[in-house]
Structure formats: C-alpha cells, structure tokens
C-alpha cells in the first residue's frame, strides 16, 4: 500500500506565526503543508493543492478567517473539507459564532506547536475524514492522543 502524508493548508497572514506552523506541522507532524499569506491566496492555491483540512487564522487584512472559509466551501472540491479556525479570539461567544459560522473546531492561540499536528489530525479524523480501513495510506509523524476528543459545542 502507499502512504500519502496529510494534506494541510495554513492560511495566516503574520509571516513569523507560519514559519513556526511550518515547522510544526512538517517536522513535528510529518504533514505536506502549503502555506498561504491571505484569503485570496488560499482560493486560488486550494484547488490545485486538494488540501485534507484547512486551518485559518480569524484575524486578518482584506477577508478575514469566515469569509475566506466561506469562499472556500463555494469551490466544489472543497465543499466538504473541515476547516479550522485558529484565533486568540476564543470567548465562548465568539467559539459559538465561528462553529455556527460553518467552522469543523477552533484552535487557540498561541499554540503549542508540538501539540498542534496531534490537534489537527484528531481534528481530521473526528470529522469523519479518517476511514479505519485505510488508515495505512495517510502517515504521520506522530500518532493523535487516543483518549483525545474535540468538543462539537461549548457550553
């Protein structure tokens, strides 16, 4: 069987916050990731990259985290991908707002980047994108926490 690393977009517009997400993700994590600078780069690169999941930043110039998410799901290929919200906006109003807003789960910042790829895939997975019978076609560096479960709702 071939083994395909997961498939990550990370759309943020802080330069500094993507270096340390790179590295997160692809030496932590193992993962293949495209790094996109704002909404309007990531509709453009999406498609031809076919990302598993898409983190976006909430906070950013020009459109900001939910209008990229919902440009995003408008392109076919992309309609049923999670997409996870990564802010330091994190109120329980503001979590209720994005996850109402279409969001898969939000990620507080700053993150833990050795943290972050166990995240991410448990997210993957939680959402019904992990088929057990092929789990020996996706790779990662690091296992996801078994007893890891990522709230649908915040009470």
């Known amino acids: 069987m071939t083994t395909r690393q997961l498939r990550v977009m990370y759309v943020e517009d802080e330069e500094d916050i993507r270096a340390i997400a790179r590295i997160s993700l692809e030496t932590v994590g193992g993962f293949s990731v495209v790094l996109c600078e704002s909404g309007s780069a990531a509709i453009e690169r999406a498609p031809k990259f076919r990302p598993d ?3 976006i930043d909430m906070m950013m110039p020009g459109m900001d985290g939910i209008e990229t998410m ?4 408008k392109l076919p290929q992309l309609d049923d991908i999670p997409m996870v919200f990564m802010t330091a906006k994190i109120q ?5 707002y994005y996850l109402a807003a279409g969001a898969s789960a939000v990620v507080p910042k700053p993150f833990d980047p050795l943290k972050l790829p166990d995240r991410i895939l448990a997210i993957w997975r939680q959402h019904n994108y992990f088929d057990p ?3 020996d076609n996706l790779s990662s560096a690091a296992p ?6 990522e709230p649908t709702n915040v009470r």
């Open 53 to 55: 999941i898409i983190i």
């Open 70 to 73: 919902q440009a995003l799901k």
């Open 92 to 96: 329980r109003s503001e979590v209720e």
């Open 133 to 135: 019978a092929q789990s």
């Open 144 to 149: 996801p926490p078994l007893s890891f479960t």
